[in-house]
T-cell receptor, first 112, second 115 residues
Framework: AQSVAQPEDQVNVAEGNPLTVKCTYSVSGNPYLFWYVQYPNRGLQFLLKYITGDNLVKGSYGFEAEFNKSQTSFHLKKPSALVSDSALYFCAVGGSARQLTFGSGTQLTVLP | GAGVSQSPSNKVTEKGKDVELRCDPISGHTALYWYRQSLGQGLEFLIYFQGNSAPDKSGLPSDRFSAERTGGSVSTLTIQRTQQEDSAVYLC?????????????FGQGTRLTVV
């Protein structure tokens, strides 16, 4: 069975500082990894994905994520956080099971 | 349509009643997912449809839950004899390809409250 872990329920960072939201996964075969963001009272929006190729993936709004096969991680990063980045972030994995499995989410708060 | 559409956006129902939640996926998308998001929780997979294949129902929490997808497009999630623990936001998503490496597009969700 595939699974995703987001070890931090809450991440706080000051505006302008770099941010990292952690994600580890477990899946048989090659993983397909995704990050989604959910703003208050809105649906989930796709940020970026890793399928194959370069381990560093760039996505929307200046976010990027690094795939690390040996550590089975796919941490989300941004060099300089904005207050508007405050939202709920979900990591997800797809694999041999066709459906996406989501993590429990991490609430990111960027402080002005 | 331009995106995934779900209706109703909000539903309040009495315990024991049946409810139907509707999802209109993006036109041409063959894959359709239902997830449940409880307050403060992550997304719980419920069911997955892919084209004409048999749906993956492995996430349905009980036999009170069922879903169908008519004509490979619109889907309806039905909850019979609702209970208070069914209160959650029910999210529908669709994607375009037959493989798991394609991102899913989500609707705004239906907020179900069982009183």
């Amino acid at each position: 069975a595939q699974s995703v872990a987001q070890p931090e329920d809450q991440v706080n960072v000051a505006e302008g500082n770099p941010l990292t939201v952690k994600c580890t996964y477990s899946v048989s075969g090659n993983p397909y990894l995704f990050w989604y963001v959910q703003y208050p009272n809105r649906g989930l929006q796709f940020l970026l994905k890793y399928i194959t190729g370069d381990n560093l993936v760039k996505g929307s709004y200046g976010f990027e994520a690094e795939f690390n096969k040996s550590q089975t991680s796919f941490h989300l990063k941004k060099p300089s956080a904005l207050v508007s980045d405050s939202a709920l972030y979900f990591c997800a994995v797809g694999g041999s099971a066709r459906q996406l499995t989501f993590g429990s989410g991490t609430q990111l708060t960027v402080l002005p | 349509g331009a995106g995934v559409s779900q209706s109703p956006s909000n539903k309040v129902t009495e315990k024991g009643k049946d409810v139907e939640l509707r999802c209109d996926p993006i036109s041409g998308h063959t894959a359709l997912y239902w997830y449940r998001q409880s307050l403060g929780q992550g997304l719980e997979f419920l069911i997955y449809f892919q084209g004409n294949s048999a749906p993956d129902k492995s996430g349905l929490p009980s036999d009170r839950f069922s879903a169908e997808r008519t004509g490979g497009s619109v889907s309806t999630l039905t909850i019979q004899r609702t209970q208070q623990e069914d209160s959650a936001v029910y999210l529908c998503a669709s994607s375009s390809l037959r493989t798991a490496n394609t991102e899913a597009f989500f609707g705004q969700g239906t907020r179900l409250t069982v009183v």
